[in-house]
């Protein structure tokens, strides 16, 4: 059996998710994902938004920042930049990233910051109790979407790879062994680590849309994820619904604090 | 760029006084958004910290900022950030988070005429009442200001020095003809400059309690990847940086964010004071306003009238006690400012009706003038 005791503050349970939430099977893939990885916990910084999903540092025993709805990535731009010795773990919602925190979410990308961001897609404002996001499907209810959504959704892991990003990996919290290994894999990557964790919100968003047992929304992802390998194989009709997971875009890219200090190094040179 | 006069004497600008005071107070981060009248103060920073190991980063916007501000803060460097009006407005959601978290920084609004885009190129001293209570909630609150390039660079030490030793965010408001004027600046010698650095803890990490409650008020945190682990929240919190829901111990942080500052106001507060012992009327005036009063002082004082000057440069927490002092001397105050009364409004709420007040206000775009103040003067007695 693992133990997750070292690495959690035990002090702080019972957390504060729902029965049948996704966010705490995240958050045991993210300890084991840690732990393999052998990262030092002094050394280790994790920033998070508002929002369910954004609770997640208060659990974990290394530096954690818990900050302002949107601005994770803003505050984690400021840590990693004055000490790039650190490992930078932004953790937020779908909401936090890619509304309020949009601005911040495509310009970190654009820098190939080295931070990893773990993007809880949950397809809905969960905390404030079921408002529509920016990621919920056309047509599903929310609180404020009372006759289902008229807006289309964003492709949050289509956006990370087209404003920069040098790797983009979505996983979902029925595949563990896979989002744990996904983790693992943004966690290691240089640069601006996009991994888009499907896992959806019974309370808020699967009550309104016919899947109010987290048991149903554990058979979707079950049914509608589909690995990359699958996917290739997949006539344009048999994709229909289906959602892929894996990674999605894994590239070089030169990273923003090597840049800063190659700039520091020409300037000595100059000198 | 500054003009080089002798080893220590240099022609610059407030902003670029700002910038040098930033980097003499050992400042080594800036996160900032463009904004007139106050980008050179980036300008030079992003020049000057990647050649003396600073970390310079033109952010996406100014929450994005004040937000790496914070960030960096909390790795144990001076971080500072620049503005104007806009801007201002745009930090305080994460100014108000730095309160509330303990975090210090230096937030510098170099004031432009609002409400909105206003008047981007022209000053005002508009802002002042948005350092004390733009962001919600309740807190203590620290905003210096200044009149000229010298005292900018001054200031600018200053306001750091604050920040670190009440952990708090400070504001140093100037305005835009402080910020745009070219002027003597004379700079110390950098090692001789009095620097205060932010509490370490002494204590092992498993005893270690970010915000523990003691005498001064003050919390201690220890920087990032240093071996403290904690938590660091904008949710009210208690002793060891976790939210919390107890009133007691929400009551207790909300009084400590105000007590740590109004405790500690005798020694944060300063005021200059210009032939005040005798004087019969007082002018209360800051920034760049408080030149023309001088100048005014003088003149009025040929005249025979007896004039004088209270310039606080520290504007919060306000002088109350000093105010009401001269108050009871004085048979009124004419307070001179570039907004439509925001100052006048803390003198009269202070001077307890012994004296009256009147006011000067100019919202134009243009400065206040020697000869203004004057007649102003000459108009009341
Ligand atoms: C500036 C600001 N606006 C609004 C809120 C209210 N608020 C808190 S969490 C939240 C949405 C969170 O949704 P998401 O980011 O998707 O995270 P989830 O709770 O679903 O994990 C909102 C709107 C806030 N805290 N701050
Ligand atoms: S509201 Fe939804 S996202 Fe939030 S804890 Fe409950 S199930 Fe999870």
């Known amino acids: 059996m693992f133990d997750y005791l070292p690495y959690i503050r035990e002090w702080n349970f019972p957390h504060i998710w729902c029965s049948g939430c996704g966010d705490g099977i995240v958050l045991k893939a993210l300890i084991r994902a840690t732990d393999g990885l052998g990262i030092h ?49 932004v953790v937020t919602g779908d909401g936090d990233a890619t509304a309020i925190g949009g601005n911040h979410y495509i310009h970190a990308a654009r820098r190939n910051i080295d931070i990893t961001v773990l993007l809880y897609n949950n397809y809905i404002y969960g905390m404030t109790g079921g408002q529509v996001s920016p990621t919920t499907r056309k047509g ?12 289309p959704p964003f492709n949050i892991s289509g956006l990370a790879k087209a404003a920069g990003a040098s790797f ?47 048991v149903q929304l554990m058979e979707w992802l079950r049914d509608s994820t589909v690995s990359m390998e699958k996917w290739e194989k997949m006539t344009d009709e048999e994709r229909e619904g289906k959602i892929r997971t894996g990674v999605l875009h894994d590239v070089a890219r030169p990273e923003f604090t090597d840049e800063y200090a190659k700039l520091v190094k020409r300037l000595k040179a100059e000198k | 760029m500054p003009v080089k006069i002798s080893d220590k004497i240099r022609m610059m600008t407030g902003n670029e006084a700002c910038a040098e005071g930033a980097i003499a107070a050992g400042c080594l981060f800036f996160g900032g958004y463009p904004i007139t009248p106050s980008s050179e103060i980036a300008e030079y920073l992003s020049r000057r910290f990647p050649i003396i190991g600073g970390k310079f980063i033109q952010m996406e916007d100014e929450i994005g900022a004040m937000g790496s501000v914070i960030g960096a803060a909390l790795t144990g460097m001076k971080a500072m950030t620049a503005t104007s009006g806009p801007g201002f407005s745009l930090k305080q959601e994460n100014i108000g988070y730095a309160s509330m978290a303990e975090v210090p920084c230096v937030i510098i609004d170099v004031q432009r005429g609002g409400p909105s885009t206003g008047m981007p190129t022209l000053p005002a001293q508009m802002d002042v009442q948005q350092a004390r ?66 509490k370490r803890p002494t204590e092992p990490p498993e005893t270690y309690l970010p915000y523990k409650y003691t005498d001064d008020c003050i919390p201690t945190l220890a920087p990032f990847g240093t071996g403290y682990r904690y938590n660091v929240t ?107 009364g925001q100052m006048a409004r803390e003198v009269e709420l202070a001077s307890k009706c012994k004296a009256s007040i009147h006011r000067l206000n100019r919202v134009d775009g243009s400065p206040i003038s020697p000869p203004q103040i004057v007649g102003k003067i000459k108009e009341v007695v």
């Not at chain 1, 599903?140 to 807006?151: K, L, N």
């Not at chain 2, 962001?135 to 030490?157: K, N, W």
């Not at chain 2, 207790?252 to 005040?276: A, D, Q, S, W, Y």
């Open chain 1, 41 to 89: 916990r002094d050394e280790a910084v994790m920033v998070s938004g508002i929002g369910c999903s954004s609770r997640t540092p208060g659990y974990v025993d290394v530096n954690t920042l818990h900050t302002t709805h949107g601005r994770a990535l803003a505050f984690a731009t400021g840590v990693k930049h004055a000490s790039p010795n650190l490992n930078v773990i």
């Open chain 1, 140 to 151: 599903d209810r929310a609180s404020t979407a009372p006759f289902g959504s008229i807006e």
């Open chain 1, 168 to 214: 983009v990996a979505r996983g979902d919290v029925y595949n563990v062994k896979k989002l744990e290994k996904l983790i693992k894999l943004a966690i290691q990557k240089k640069g601006f680590s996009l991994l888009e964790i499907l896992s959806p919100c019974p309370t808020a968003w699967g009550r309104r849309n016919k899947m109010g047992h987290p």
């Open chain 2, 133 to 198: 209570w733009g962001t919600h909630g309740d807190r203590g609150v620290i905003a210096l200001t200044a009149s000229s390039a010298q005292e900018t660079f001054e200031q600018t030490i200053h306001a750091f020095n604050l920040a670190e030793r009440y952990m708090t965010p400070v504001v140093l408001l100037i305005d835009e003809i402080t910020g745009h004027t070219t002027e003597k600046v004379t700079l110390p010698d950098y090692d001789s400059i009095e620097r205060v650095d932010r």
């Open chain 2, 234 to 340: 904008g949710l009210c919190h208690n002793e060891t940086g976790f939210p919390t829901n107890d009133p007691k111990e929400i009551e207790r942080l909300i009084l400590r964010l105000t007590e740590k500052i109004v405790k500690n106001r005798h020694e944060i507060i300063n005021c200059k004071r210009t032939m005040l012992d005798d004087a019969e009327i007082a002018i209360f005036a800051y920034g760049s306003v408080a030149r023309s009063a001088r100048q005014a002082v003088l003149q009025l004082r040929e005249e025979g009238i007896k004039a004088g000057l209270l310039e606080p440069t520290v504007l919060w927490p306000f002088p109350s006690e000093i105010v009401l002092k001269i108050a009871e001397q004085v048979d009124s105050f004419l307070v001179a400012e570039m907004n439509l």
